[in-house]
């Protein structure tokens, strides 16, 4: 059974620096751990992206849809960072 833990992926948005920590099982994101200087609206919208990660596939298309559809489900705004930028951070997190 593969697990990985990984390095913080860090990707500077416009709006800020986002860093990622991710532990992966079989291609599949197990945990996840999102910090940095952004700032996200509602406040607990980065639970929610971060619950609705878990279980995800670890491909770029598949991460970047799930955190688009939080975004839509749960109206989250943020200033100067877009779902793609999260999705940038966890990237390099398992590209680390």
Avoid: C, W
């Avoid at 593969?2 to 416009?14: D, N, V, Y």
């Avoid at 620096?17 to 197990?30: A, D, Q, T, W, Y």
């Avoid at 995800?56 to 109206?75: F, G, H, Q, S």
């Amino acid at each position: 059974m593969e697990i990985l833990k990984t390095k913080p992926g860090i990707h500077k948005a416009r709006g800020g620096l986002i860093r990622s920590f991710v532990f992966v099982e079989n291609g599949i994101l197990k945990d996840i751990t999102i910090s940095g200087d952004f700032f996200l609206f509602p406040e607990e919208a980065i639970f929610k992206i971060l619950e609705n990660l878990k279980g995800t596939p670890v491909k770029r298309e598949e991460l970047l849809k799930n955190i688009e559809d939080t975004y839509a489900k749960e109206k989250i705004q943020s200033p100067g960072t877009a779902p793609s930028d999260f999705t940038e951070s966890i990237m390099k997190a398992l590209e680390a």
